[in-house]
């Protein structure tokens, strides 16, 4: 059983505003994607790590990491996960990867994941999966400490407004990595495309076909960079370590 990782880097993040992808802006002295590579590449037991790019990617190749033996590439797809099922199969059909191999998937805009947290995700999730099977895996998550309130649909009234206010104790905000077998994973991955269901993480996919992914508690820091805003606190997260 061998661990491996997806980086989905194919998205151009266009509620950033940016002339460049987010994920190649600048960002303590390195770029957005080497610093959520190099929380990856500090995990003694990862094997291989596999990056889906655009298909008009001109940044990656000018990074230094784009040589590092243990990052592979490949094309990544439309959507999210159309990128993270390219990989799956990339691993399997070019790097000896089996279905019962475990699978990381790292947002490449969240650069403030501590190693620490992953390793902790893995040991709680395969030890959890080895009693039950039917967590599936599981994930990073933070708990929510603000009031949480629930909206009416887009386009049903003119302003928003509160149509119930959920307990925050039951709410998660899920975060990366996501850890699944890759078997499992590329399964549901396939069936969601079979059914043309839009997906916005893996666990989602999981939880369609029963199964009830694990929460491990991770730092409140592992934020995704979405605005420019982000990129300031990502600053002065990474300058406090």
Known sequence: MRLWAVVPAAGVGRRMEAAHPKQYLPLAGKTVIEHS??????????????????????????????????????????????????????LCELHGADAEDWVLVHDAARP???????EGLVTAVISACQQDAHYGGGLLAASMDNTVKESQ???????????ATRQRELLWQALTPQLFPLGLLKQ????AAARAVPLTDESSALERLGYRPLLVA????????????????????????
């Not at 549901?188 to 069936?191: E, K, Q, R, V």
């Open 37 to 90: 590579l190099a929380a990856l590449l500090n995990i003694p037991s990862l094997h291989k790590i596999i990056v889906a790019l655009g298909a008009d990617d001109e940044y990656w190749r000018d990074l230094g990491c784009a040589e590092d033996a243990r990052i592979a590439q490949v094309e990544g797809g439309k959507e999210r996960q159309d990128s993270v099922l390219n990989a799956l199969e990339a």
């Open 112 to 118: 403030c994941v501590k190693t620490a947290d992953v």
């Open 153 to 163: 649909a887009t386009g049903q009234a003119a302003l928003p407004h509160v149509v």
């Open 188 to 191: 549901a991955l396939h069936d």
């Open 218 to 241: 991770g730092s409140k820091t592992n934020i995704k960079i979405t605005h420019a805003s982000d990129l300031l606190l990502a600053e002065a997260i990474l300058a406090s370590r």
